[in-house]
């Protein structure tokens, strides 16, 4: 018989056993799990629903169509996240080539607000540059015009970028297309008001810089969360063709009116991005969850790009188990193996 104070020697001198995970510490760590979940929740939905109260609602354009296609179109099935990633695709596409079709008009116009004539077009009466750029020093004037558009630009892209992640870009990009096209409008309508002062160009180049901002941070956030990391070279790749088809666009638009009405050359594509503007606010789907289209399960997993990254997975997944056994008293690698 070993006496009270052999038991308790020979009792703390066992190693001590990791208990096999049973049936009940399962459903304990799944009711904790829920738990935490239920705990959180009421925060995350009194945000979700602040936010789509604010700026995450369903466009109105894609309401008619809903209710449209509800009507008319009952037997028509097709996938709806197709359709909704084509109209952002088409949107986008052509949100940004307009940006860029109302940068080009002022390269265009140049040539006739220096106002090159010949002696003889200038005895004829016809008009012939216009002030303040019918000067000999007329260079110096158009390189305070591009400087004031791309300082203006490029400093107003840092707090553009800030903006952009914290607002519904369906607002966000509207907005900053019907502003753009109000100054490009406000450039081309200086002729028929007889505006002739350099500081309301220059004034003007600024604010179409700053507004000018906002297309590409917008553009690119409604890609990426539309298409993520899946076929991204080639969504790219394709999109992208934007800058030259809105570069073509600007340049033949321009030089259409340039010699008739040098005014119309930056009207038209004023009222152009202007109208695209309000398309996108009827139409684009800010996020794919306001929609009921949600990211594949297969898209969200991290691939593993080398060999050092599998070493970190697996060393993550000892400090995990080590953590399981210091708080349930068992090892989940066993039951993972088992």
């Keep these: 018989m070993r006496t009270s104070e052999q038991k308790s020697s020979w009792h703390y001198s066992q190693p001590k056993r990791i208990r096999e995970p049973s049936h009940l510490d399962e459903q304990h760590l799944h009711l904790a799990h829920r738990s935490r979940q239920s705990m959180r929740a009421p925060l995350g939905l009194a945000r979700t629903r602040k936010m789509s109260n604010n700026y995450n609602d369903v466009p ?37 080539a307009c940006y860029h079709m109302c940068r080009k008009p002022i390269s265009v116009v140049k040539s006739v607000l220096q106002g090159n004539c010949s002696t003889a077009l200038a005895a004829s009466g016809q008009e012939c540059g216009y002030a303040p750029f019918d000067v000999p020093d007329a260079t110096t004037l158009f390189g ?13 892209m840092f707090a553009s970028g800030f903006v ?98 040098w005014a119309l050359s930056f009207v038209v594509p004023g009222i152009i991005i202007a109208a695209v503007g309000f398309l996108l606010f009827l139409f684009l789907v800010d996020q794919p969850e306001i929609v009921g289209c949600y990211p594949q399960a297969g898209q969200q997993e991290r691939r593993v790009a080398n060999e050092s990254d599998v070493e970190q997975d697996d060393e993550e997944q000892v400090r995990h188990n080590d953590a399981c056994v210091i708080s349930f008293g068992y090892d989940t690698s066993r039951t993972v193996s088992a």
């Excluded at 004031?148 to 107003?156: D, E, G, R, T």
């Excluded at 369906?170 to 096209?181: A, V, W």
């Excluded at 220059?202 to 941070?217: D, K, L, Y």
């Design 60 to 96: 109105f354009g894609i309401r008619a169509v809903q209710r449209l296609s509800r009507q008319c179109c009952t037997r028509f099935h097709a996938r709806r996240d197709l359709l909704y990633k084509m109209s952002v695709f088409v949107l986008t596409f052509l949100a940004y």
């Design 144 to 156: 305070m015009l591009d400087s004031a558009f791309l300082f203006s630009y490029a400093i107003a």
């Design 164 to 261: 952009a992640e914290r607002v519904s870009l369906r607002y966000f990009l509207s907005m900053g297309m019907i502003l753009t096209g109000v100054f490009t409008y406000m450039f081309g309508i200086a002729r028929t008001s007889n505006i002739h002062s350099l500081w309301y160009f220059i004034i003007v180049q600024i604010f179409a810089g700053i507004f000018q901002t906002t297309g590409w941070p917008g553009v690119v956030a409604l890609v990426g969360r539309w298409f993520g990391k899946s076929k991204r070279g080639l969504i790219f790749g394709i999109w992208n063709s934007h800058t030259s088809i809105g570069n073509i666009l600007g340049t033949l638009i321009a030089a259409h009116y340039v010699e008739s009405d």
